[in-house]
């Protein structure tokens, strides 16, 4: 499987991911444990998240996948939502919460 049939798979098979730098136990990049706090904020229970730090082809891969060129990266329902900026902004006005919850 390539690379971006993996991540295909992945954003397919779970309602709420997160790819992102460590994991929603242990995140290692400040961005990344923001992300993490607003989802858990916003009531989601179901996080699935993707570590790139362990796999250099996702890593690379995830930013080609949605033209987006950081990370972390959020996908609800398959959809690609955004980086932490984008979370922020959403969660500050209320969309985010719904959009999980919806």
């Not at 904020?41 to 950081?70: M, Y």
């Not at 990370?71 to 398959?78: A, D, K, S, T």
């Amino acid at each position: 499987m390539d690379t971006k049939a993996k991540i295909q798979e992945i954003v397919s098979s779970h309602p709420v991911v997160l790819f992102m730098k460590g994991n929603a136990q242990f995140p290692q990049c400040g961005f990344s444990g923001n992300a993490v706090n607003i989802l858990r904020s916003c009531g989601v229970e179901n996080l699935h998240t993707v570590n790139v730090l362990e796999d250099a082809e996702i890593r690379q891969g995830i930013k080609e996948f949605a033209n987006w060129p950081t990370i972390p990266q959020l996908y609800i329902n398959g959809e690609f939502i955004g980086g932490s900026d984008i979370m922020t902004e959403m969660f500050q006005s209320g969309e985010l919460k719904k959009l999980v919850q919806g």
